[in-house]
């Protein structure tokens, strides 16, 4: 899953995996016009699904961020190009009150128009609620990513696994449900998948490897999280993924 706001360019990723599977995380543009430019360069590089971050309207207050120097809205030029507007970094001061964008005010209708533009499957991700989960699906998701961003947007907010029942009871078949945050053991997949997730979402973690051991340290990073999987399966009588279930959430794994 690859982000608009990524260093590198969606076609460079492409290039340099050409038989991954690939799906783009897209920013909403201030306009509709860059945003749909970002899809149409997306659907033609062999992107697979357009993951619309819902959970961005601005940016949350993010003090460690600020502590080193960190700025999403420098000058240093965003790989998908120049012309790509990262989230505001909060609402703007009006004689009135408060305003947002036009891309961090955007109601559910926003999905209709991406499924007018593109053949994609629509996935959104930053979904906490069965309330936002059953929206998502009835403007045609297909997906629903349940995240809090990390816990990088806002304070106090719920955790993905504790959000994860309620967005799978309220979803059922019509739409895959997937969890990010909070992943870092295989015992974290297991607990994941028996809780409803079709998969989960890993990001900090592999940054992190591959700041510490480039390349070389992802692929170990992935070996050790699939052996640690493989032995929680093990040790909780699993012998393929269709035989997790949430009984298993009973057991002393967690």
């Known amino acids: 899953m690859y982000s608009t706001l990524s260093s590198l360019s969606l076609e460079e990723i492409a290039r340099a995996a050409p038989e991954g599977l690939r799906w783009f995380q897209l920013y909403l543009q201030p306009e509709f016009a860059g945003t749909r430019r970002l899809v149409e360069r997306a659907e033609k590089a062999g992107y697979r699904a357009v ?9 949350g207050v993010r003090d460690r961020q600020a502590e080193a120097g960190f700025a999403i809205d420098s000058s240093e030029p965003i790989g998908n190009g120049p012309e790509v507007v990262p989230p505001a970094r909060g609402p703007t001061p009006t004689a009135a ?30 979904v906490l609620t069965a309330s936002d989960a059953r929206e998502a699906v009835r403007h045609g998701a297909c997906g629903i990513v349940v995240s809090n961003h990390g816990g990088r947007q806002l304070d106090h907010v719920a955790a993905s696994l504790d959000a994860l029942p309620e967005v799978v009871a309220a979803v059922g ?34 940054l992190w490897v591959l700041a510490a051991g480039g390349a070389a340290g992802v692929s170990r990073f992935l070996e050790v999280l699939a052996e640690e999987f493989a032995t929680a399966m093990a040790l909780t009588g699993c012998g393929s993924l269709s035989e997790i279930h949430p009984g298993l959430l009973g057991t002393s794994v967690g």
């Open 51 to 59: 993951v619309l971050t819902a959970d961005v309207p601005v940016l």
């Open 97 to 126: 009150g408060f305003s947002l964008r036009a891309d961090g005010s955007a109601s559910w209708e926003i999905v209709d128009r991406l499924r007018e533009v593109t053949d994609l499957p629509i996935v959104v991700k930053g």
């Open 173 to 206: 078949s019509d739409a895959e449900v997937y969890l990010d945050g909070g992943v870092r053991r295989g015992t974290d997949v297991l607990v994941a998948l028996a809780t409803g997730a079709r998969a989960v979402g890993l990001g900090r973690p592999v």
